[in-house]
């Protein structure tokens, strides 16, 4: 009976947020890195390349040879898009959490085998690996699928699990490139896991404390062999002298099979006397992550938040029925699935549609297209991130390094910052405005920005002007 329960939850709950991560493929990618895999692909389609990559300044060698591959055949099937960045995404996360499942059935129950599924799926980083577009997707995708083949090669001792494993750890390997453009240093990558596993890391740490506790008591081959798939990636993670921002996210699905054991234990095994604390801790948690998300759906953006405002106070309502009037078996596992799952409907819906207007290079690469801009006439005036600008343009962006560089030009468009429409109008009177832009860089909020009252003192203003 526990296990229909369970199996029934999972379902729902795994639907529910591949639904949610599907909300996001409208939205455009910001500047940085995922723009930078965009308009390389693009330009790999455009030149019949598969297998040269575009470094467009020869800052970014090593960058994840998987990413351009998948981004490649998705735009050579549906068309240069966001659905196109997007799709490879969800595909890689429907075989991370097949493999979820067929790993913990070798060492745990059924009951904690869809428990790991929900987990996984339900996770922050699983929505922000989505949402975002990350190479990481890849990473841990493939080190999960190479862990399932691994195991079964050590039980059965077959050929063809042992060569999938190889495959699937090349795989990963080329999933996460040599890229050393981004080092958050081992801090960060500690940190961010307290809201990256959000709603489950109370779980997760006492489910790491119960799993080295286990270890210690030398029980079998299931804590070995767990216990080396975790720590071998880990201290590698660890010691990499440059790590990637989300390189650790990686680990997760395994993590996440340790946390639904030990909820499973907990839960409905054992059922230790102190519970009661943890499930209140947990609600506590539960509210105080619904308290940061009214604080973002209030406060930075007030025009229209009536929409946002509706989702959340429905997902409260909901929540505070389960915790406080409902009777349910399950009533835990179901709040923190509607608290995650509700809280990216909000923001994949309210939130990040609202804070990718403040992406210039987006919207004016729209707006440049859209007046019909052709191979060689996008330029960018000054050392300007232009990568989503290209992506969304569909052309190739040159780069002026002076005003009178425009002296010459004709019939083209140029992407500037605001600051340097003075200097451009005493050199070219001619100069038509055909759009402007609050910019931001993503990884650049900060509460200056989140305030509507400060907001303009941390973004600067951005211009598409045509000669």
């Avoid at 068309?79 to 070798?106: D, E």
């Avoid at 489950?200 to 062999?225: E, T």
């Avoid at 946390?259 to 539960?286: D, E, H, N, S």
């Avoid at 605001?418 to 900060?446: C, E, K, W, Y």
């Amino acid at each position: 009976m526990l296990i229909k329960e369970l199996h029934r939850i999972m379902v729902w709950g795994v639907l529910a947020s591949l639904i949610v991560n599907m909300l996001s493929w409208p939205l455009n990618v910001m500047e940085g890195d995922a723009a930078y895999y965009a308009a390389a692909s693009l330009e790999m389609i455009k030149q019949h390349e598969y297998f040269h990559f575009i470094d467009f300044d020869q800052t970014h060698p090593g960058l994840a040879p998987l990413s351009f591959w998948f981004s490649h055949f998705m735009m050579s099937l549906l068309g240069p898009g966001n659905i196109a960045l997007h799709l490879p995404g969800l595909l890689l996360t429907l075989l991370m959490l097949v493999s979820v499942y067929r790993f913990a059935l070798l060492y745990y129950s059924r009951e904690t085998a869809s428990l790991s599924v929900l987990v996984t799926a339900t996770l922050q980083s699983t929505f922000i690996l989505n949402r975002t577009g990350d190479p990481v997707t890849g990473l841990a995708a493939f080190y999960m699928f190479t862990v399932w083949q691994a195991a079964l090669y050590y039980r059965n001792r077959k050929l063809q699990n042992l060569v999938l494993s190889i495959i699937g750890a090349i795989l990963a390997m080329l999933s996460r490139g040599t890229y050393t453009g981004i080092g958050p240093g081992t801090f960060y990558q500690f940190t961010v896991t307290f809201w990256a596993f959000a709603p489950w890391i109370i779980w997760l740490i006492l489910a790491i404390y119960d799993f080295l506790a286990h270890i210690r008591s030398g029980q079998g081959a299931q804590g070995s062999f767990i216990g080396v798939v975790l720590a071998v990636p880990f201290l590698l993670f660890l010691f990499n002298p440059a790590p990637s921002r989300y390189d650790l996210f990686a680990l997760y699905p395994l993590a996440a099979i340790l946390t639904a054991a030990y909820i499973v234990k907990t839960i409905y095994i054992k059922q230790p006397a102190w519970y009661p604390r943890i499930y209140y801790g947990q609600v506590f948690l539960l509210y105080a992550w619904l308290s940061v998300l009214f604080a973002a759906v209030w406060f930075p953006f007030p025009d229209g938040n009536y929409f946002g405002l509706i989702h959340f106070m429905a997902m409260l309502s909901a929540l505070t029925y389960l915790v406080f009037f409902s009777n349910l078996k399950h009533k835990l596992l179901i709040s923190c699935t509607i608290a995650v799952v509700g809280t990216n409907l909000v923001l994949n819906t309210y939130f990040y549609p609202n804070l990718l207007t403040f992406q210039a290079g987006a919207r004016l690469g729209a707006i440049a297209k859209a007046n019909g801009i052709t191979e060689g006439q996008l330029y960018t005036l000054g050392d300007l991130p232009h990568y989503a600008l290209h992506f969304y343009s569909g052309v190739r962006v040159k780069e002026l390094h002076t005003v009178q560089e425009l002296q010459k030009l004709r019939s083209v468009m140029v992407y500037m910052d605001q600051q340097m429409l003075q200097s451009v109008r005493s050199v070219r009177p001619d100069v038509r405005i055909l759009g402007t832009n609050a910019d931001f860089h993503g990884s650049d909020i900060d509460f200056r920005f989140l305030n509507p009252d400060t907001r303009a003192q941390a973004a600067s203003t951005k211009m598409l002007i045509g000669l």
